[in-house]
Each structure stands twice: as C-alpha cells, then as structure tokens.
T-cell receptor, first 112, second 118 residues
Framework: GENVEQHPSTLSVQEGDSAVIKCTYSDSASNYFPWYKQELGKRPQLIIDIRSNVGEKKDQRIAVTLNKTAKHFSLHITETQPEDSAVYFC???????????FGSGTQLTVLP | EAQVTQNPRYLITVTGKKLTVTCSQNMNHEYMSWYRQDPGLGLRQIYYSMNVEVTDKGDVPEGYKVSRKEKRNFPLILESPSPNQTSLYFCASLEGGVAGGQNTGELFFGEGSRLTVL
C-alpha cells in the first residue's frame, strides 16, 4: 500500500510570513494529491488538490506543487494569517485500491 | 444542506460492551469510509465501501465491522471494544469520481465521534 510521510509535524511562523509543508509518497502510480485543513475541534476539509498531469496549482494564498519524479508534493501558504492556524494533512491514493492514505499531519501556528 | 451525520458525538463505554456508531449522508455518494484519528498518527482508514453491499478493509480494520445495506448509511460496529480503540472517529463520503482506479474528489467528513473505552 501507499506510505505517506509528512514534515514537519509542527510549524510556527510569524503572521505575514510563508509556510511550507512537504509530503513524500511511495506509490509511483498515485495520481491525485489532496490537502485537508482541520481547525481545532472541527472536521477535516479539503482546501486544495492536484492531479499528476500538472506541476503546480494555486488558489489565492495557497498553492500546491508536485514533483512526480521525486515523489513529493508540498503545500505553500503565503501571507499567513491567524486563521491559517490548524492541522494540515496531505494524502495520496493507493495505486491498486480505492483507498486514501493520509500523512500524520502538521500543526501550523501563526503567531501574531 | 449537504452533510454527513454521525452519532453519537461522544461516548464513554467499558471494555467488551458492543457499540455502534452510525453514519448517514444525504448526498447520494457511492463511496463512504471510516477513519480514526490519533495524535501523531494522522487519519487512518478503518473500512471503506464503494457501494451498497460492497465493503473492504482499510489499513486498521482489526476489532471493527461495518455494513452497507443502504446507500446513505454506513455504521461502524465495535463488537467487543478495548481501550486501544479509544480514539476520534470520522465517517466520510466522497464526491468525485475514479481516475486510473483511484479516488479523486472531495471527502466530506462528519463532525467526528469521540470514543473512550475504559
């Protein structure tokens, strides 16, 4: 099955700075990579995703990049704000089954 | 309103006492799944279902059962709960399709069920 590693586990940034979270995956057949945000006490929600036929996707202050050769993808948040504080999860599908494997999560804290 | 509803939201029980966590979605999604969330381990898939009467094991199925008799419902059953099943559980349904045999699209999660087994 898929193995997804996520780093760092915790990240603190000053408001206005950028944050980058990186994930690596093991299954070269994986073709879809979502990112979920979970605010404290809330459910995870999809914030952005990327498919394997593109290298980068942006949505306002967030972007995701994908390097299929190296089997890693990253979440970039620019101009961070306090409301960006949350746990972020990356995920990748198994190449042989309809499963989605999540990374272990990154606790992002944006300091005012 | 599109939603995934789980019950109960909070439960404290004792070892060996059978319990069921219900999950219902109103979006007519074919794919549903159960995850457990533990600190430092992220979200781990317990079971999933691609459609009515079709269920498959995820990464951590031991000690759990599921059923999918209707499209909207996907209950999680703990026949004999043990303390290592103390966790936060999420049900989810998938809005999207399949590409290359893999799920694509958004998982809609329920609000979570926090289970404590004493």
């Amino acid at each position: 099955g898929e193995n997804v590693e996520q780093h760092p586990s915790t990240l603190s940034v000053q408001e206005g700075d950028s944050a980058v979270i990186k994930c690596t995956y093991s299954d070269s057949a994986s073709n879809y990579f979502p990112w979920y945000k979970q605010e404290l006490g809330k459910r995870p929600q999809l914030i952005i995703d990327i498919r394997s036929n593109v290298g980068e996707k942006k949505d306002q202050r967030i972007a995701v990049t994908l390097n299929k050769t190296a089997k890693h993808f990253s979440l970039h948040i620019t101009e961070t704000q306090p409301e960006d504080s949350a746990v972020y999860f990356c995920a990748a599908p198994s190449g042989s089954a309809r499963q989605l494997t999540f990374g272990s999560g990154t606790q992002l804290t944006v300091l005012p | 309103e599109a939603q995934v509803t789980q019950n109960p939201r909070y439960l404290i029980t004792v070892t060996g006492k059978k319990l069921t966590v219900t999950c219902s979605q109103n979006m007519n999604h074919e794919y549903m799944s159960w995850y457990r969330q533990d600190p430092g381990l992220g979200l781990r898939q317990i079971y999933y279902s691609m459609n009515v009467e079709v269920t498959d094991k995820g990464d951590v199925p031991e000690g759990y059962k599921v059923s999918r008799k209707e499209k909207r419902n996907f209950p999680l059953i703990l026949e004999s709960p043990s303390p290592n099943q103390t966790s936060l559980y999420f049900c989810a349904s998938l809005e999207g399709g399949v590409a290359g045999g893999q799920n694509t699209g958004e998982l809609f999660f329920g609000e979570g069920s926090r289970l404590t087994v004493l």
